[in-house]
């Protein structure tokens, strides 16, 4: 039965942060899994009302791996943000010394040398910790996998990419309500209320939404797949790749099919990955779509263009992320906006996915997901083929970050979660 919200219980329902009622972009890019590799054993965490000591900045020199980074790839990356028309914060100032850095070259990004000690001179490092006084998190991965379809339907086995939909509803709630500022409802009109639009199972059975579709690809996992990601590439018959991002969210809430799995026997819950859960649904296609239909949400595509050429020497654009900017390969990161403001520079430290050497670099928050929440939480992008999937499928470790932020001035303090309805 479809029921309607009131207006009422819309907020109520967003300030409580119920699930399903209110969501917020970009599309959600959970990594279910075994539990999350760990770190050299850190001390003891304080337990709940021993209070916490003050935060104090740290010097960047003194990070662990500081020296080991080379710094290739993050000259790009804070090229890409300073490019914006008003980058957030304090970049605006920091963009103009970071073009006054010497380099070799006019169009050359700046020497290591320089790019480092302005770091060490210009920033601060300040720990992130959650509510017990913790330092480590979870970082999980995510890629730009590559598809392969047609702009027409070729096949009963194509799954649709959906544009989003003409009748979906997006409500910015803070227009309501300021404590939702960021928060949005998606809905649809069904006479003169709004209810809950179609969820992924009935838009796949009940085919609402005919002539949404952006693409056709060839294999329904891969499309499923893209949704996590949020953003791809689709190679067409004549050899051209076009490339796809997130458009919007049905407003239904994730659910990862891995749960769904080990509810039903088929996988046990240390062995759920993304590799497996491929795996699984690849020889269980008749059981595939039942299982990719209890997760009710669902991402809509739009087509977007051709990135601009990467500086010499530098890694490509990658799709853009939250900040507006297209991302970097192995230098951007999709953070909680509400604990690290976008565009802010972050020291990681954890351990590689692969081979499980130590992954001590600095990178630039550009991104966020609808999974991505807490204090020490990130999601790091590997970038474009096969060696990032592989790595971004199995990334699921503990991690520390620190937040580089310009000497002699605090970092803004997190946002507080909405107050409950009164």
Known sequence: MTRSLSLRAIIACAIASAVGCASAPPVSRPRPGPPPATLPAQPAAPAPGDGLPALRPVDPASLPGWQADRLDGLGAAIVRQCTMRTPPGPWPKLCAEFAALPRPAPDAMPRPDALRGWLVSRFEAWPLRDARGGTEGLLTGYYEPLLTGSRTRESARQAPLYARPADLLTIDLSGVEPRLAGMRLRGRLQGSRVVPYHSRADIETALPITGSELLWVDDPVDAFFLEIQGSGRVRLRDGSVLRVGYADQNGHPYRAIGRSLVERGALRADEVSAPTIRRWLREHPTQAAEVMRTNPSMVFFRELPTPPAAPPGEPEAGPPGSLGVPL???????VDRSVVPLATLVWLDTVHPVDGRPLQRAMAAQDTGGAIAGSIRADY??????????????????????????RGEAPPAPAPPPAPPR
């Open 328 to 334: 970097t390969a192995q230098r951007s990161l999709a």
């Open 381 to 406: 992008f590997w970038g474009f083929g096969a060696e990032a999937e592989r790595a971004a499928g199995e990334m699921r470790h503990r991690a520390r970050m620190w937040m580089l932020w310009p």
